[in-house]
């Protein structure tokens, strides 16, 4: 049950980011990526990180997806018009796109033979059901404490940095 | 996990599935009868008993007008849109506990779709996601109106779910736990958060007004500026899914408020009740009798806010989309973070000597 | 840590133990690789962006399986951290790319060869 769960939401991912790849729709590919998302956020549950697996839904899908939305509908219209821009459009090189395929199959392949020479062992076999928010909680507050405070403060300057720059300059308004 | 046990859960969830559909359908007849008892006058009352079948022939003249599509919409996504927010509204109602247990043959049955230790999350989680279907929606219909009431629901529910979590992280550093069980069996008796919440209550009620997009903050449907907003180019029951929606999100909303600040199935006195019951009519029917009590006082409850949802509709006007923005950006979000602190500081100085004052 | 008796016993670890990490891992290149590719070959700013995204969740995905299969919390805590980083990424590079486009009216980043307009 659970395994095929597994492959079933493996296969969820890997078809919804090939999507991505090749589409040719924006909105259909934030779609997709909708899509992928939610698989890997059911793989976080599965693999027992139940507060990760709703982080993600949360922060992914529910924040960052729909800032991407945001992007795509203040950007594209639902039709294509045959505008002005579309004749100059510049044309990706064949060259660029065989090179890219040859690139990201070289790291398949030499992160594949990786992966297969070396021989992983879980530690301890029965891994007891804690609640991961608890130890994640102590874990932020203790041991982390440092990077906890300086990612607040990256999140901090990010806000300010991202309203700063899309603060409309232009001087006809 | 054995066969029973697959086919109580299915039955549970079947039941929990139909109960939010049927409040969410009388909601509509009881918008109508409020509105016409502030407004005095009568409300529907030709179909059926005071009215009473009127969501059915509502239902019905949705179904039987014509479906239409826009010849400029993007097909897919103006279906995905309707489908997605009913999807999404009810999702939510997996985790909601309607009520402690019920004993069968020695069986004890939990009156909760599913109990899981991150519940509250995952509600907010699939909060996050009724964005979507409003946004695809708006944006299908290829309508400048649409997309303007699109994206300003998905902007206000994204603002709005900022302050909706810190006031609920008040909530979870009292109860330290995120399962909505576990909260609701810790306001035993009327040990109801409320009275130690004031101020978050105010803060996630306002919030779940502005995440239903209710009328103080229902600016995306806004008439009199957007026609229709998000909805304008729907009709049929895609517009009916549209509307529906909504109704089971307050349904949720109201019974997360019952459930986190008013102590969901718990009532003062329980504890007598339920010994006289157990008493009077043994430990398996008046352990049942007494959960149904208190399912019953949960309902209660929920309904109330219900109504508390139309009474504010027909009373208060709507909001300026900046006054709305300036509400919850610099007025709401602050109050929250000043009550986490507050909350904090009780719970680590106050809580120990109180405790030791008691005892 | 003391287990917390209100918390049924689900045996996850039972997935872990059927699934073996290198289907983990393999899963996880693919989507990274996906990534990668979209990155190497596509033109619009927005597609670029969602392949870095894909790529980041494929590292996520990675570190939970290895947190869970040593047991170890400090996995999900980076991936937390990962998660804001990723926040604050999408904050600035959106800003960015409403200002490319209010430029240039065009998310395409072949229209980005010149140093200045």
Known sequence: MEVAAFYGFSALAILAALFILFSKNLIYGAFALLLAFLGIAALFVLAGADFLGVAQIMIYVGGILVLLMFGIML????IQQEGPSRHNRVEVPITR???GFV???GIVGVLAKIIFSANFRMSGDAVSRKSTIKTIGVELMTSHLLP???????LLVALIGAAYLALNRNPAQ | MDLTEFLVKTATIFVVF??????AMYSTWAERKVAGFIQDRMGPNRAGWGGLLQPLADAGKMFFKEDFIPALANKWLFIAGPSLAMLTALLASAVIPFGSTFRINGHEIVLQGVESNIGILYVFGVVALGVYGIMVGGWASNNKFSLLGAIRAASQNISYEVAMGLSLIAILMMSSSLSLGEIVAQQHGMNWNIFYQPLGFLIFITCSFAECNRVPFDLPECETELVGGYHT????MK???YLFAEYINMFISSAIISVLYFGGYNYPGMDWVYSQLTSALGSETGHNIATLIGTAVFFGKALFFIFFYMWVRWTIPRFRYDQLMNLGWKKLIPLAIFNIIITGAAVLFLKPVITAWLN | MIPNPNI???SIPSVIQNIPLQHYLILSTLLFVIGIIGVLTRRNAIIIFMSVELMLNAANLLLIAFSSYRSDPSGQVFVFFIMAVAAAEVAVGLAIIVMIYRNTRNTDIGFLNKLKW
């Open chain 1, 103 to 105: 690139i990201g199959i």
């Open chain 3, 8 to 10: 049924p016993e689900v």
């Open chain 1, 148 to 154: 906890f405070e300086i990612a607040a403060i990256l």
């Open chain 2, 239 to 241: 517009l009916g899914f």
């Open chain 1, 97 to 99: 796109k065989v090179w």
């Open chain 1, 75 to 78: 950007t594209q219209r639902a």
């Open chain 2, 233 to 236: 180019e729907y009709g049929s």
């Open chain 2, 18 to 23: 139909v109960l939010t559909l049927v409040i």
